[in-house]
């Protein structure tokens, strides 16, 4: 089996888990035909859990192997490139926050962000740009893992822990799925047009899994460079949006606990198979 892994090209291995990511949103977004609703701490729960897998992940599979990449030519530096990748991630995600406009869920729309065109943008729309927002960096940060493999760097060990990441991280998109499809039907959308949205919020993590690949591919010395740059866009997410929204609503023990449970099982996840 890990011949077969060694033989193919890693943009598509890349593409393969971008898919899986993918999947698992459709997956989470299909649960509209079961609910109109959620209850509001069972979504708070599936928030937290999502920020906890994506807090370990940021560290286990990105900021950790960034700096044991960046040893070699660093040497006591090796800190200087995953420092630098984290930052300009964070700063990217925030910009692209401050312009794109985005609704957060829960919110009403008169506290949409971003830059508002002069038509006003729907509340199903905004709510939409919001979650793929934040799941291109999921998507780059798939890719880069995978990217990091090639060209005679893939050993078991590296992909056994690039595949934890993708699971992990379509583990979390699960609950993401629902958590945007369920409130655009109980905001009067059909349930074939909720999961419609749902569903797609994530076609950019094979987009964003590809183009992590296929850079980190033509330029390996920027291996540590894109590994933290994906750490620090998770990490502004993880911060931004989904730990204040799974808080806000008077369920904060719940929703901690579950931070706590998503991070202990993307942690093991990667330990063990990383």
Known sequence: MFEWFQSQNAVFLALLAGLFTWSCTIIGAAIVFFFKKISRKLLDVMMGFAAGVM??????????????????????????????????????LRLIDALVPHLHIGDDIT???????????SKTALLFLAITIHNFPEGLAVGVTFGA????????????????????IGLQNIPEGAA???????????????????????????????????????????IPYALSFAAGAMIFVVVEELIPESQNNGNTDVATLGLMLGFVIMMVMDVALG
Not at 111 to 121: N, T, V, Y
Not at 160 to 168: M, P
């Open 149 to 168: 493999l090639a060209n005679g760097n893939m050993t078991i060990t590296g992909l056994l822990g690039a595949i934890g990441l993708a699971v992990g």
């Open 180 to 222: 945007l499809s369920v409130p655009i039907r109980a905001d009067g959308k059909s349930r074939a047009r909720a999961f419609y949205l749902g569903s797609m919020s994530a076609v950019v993590e094979p987009i964003g899994a590809v183009l992590g690949a296929a850079l980190v591919m033509l330029m390996l010395q920027i």
């Open 111 to 121: 506290e949409a962000e971003g830059i508002q065109p002069k038509k006003k943008l």
């Open 55 to 92: 807090i370990a992940a940021s560290f286990w599979s990105l900021l950790e192997p960034a700096l044991t990449y960046a040893q070699s030519d660093y040497g006591v530096w090796s800190w200087f490139p995953a420092a630098a990748g984290f930052l300009i991630g964070g700063f990217s």
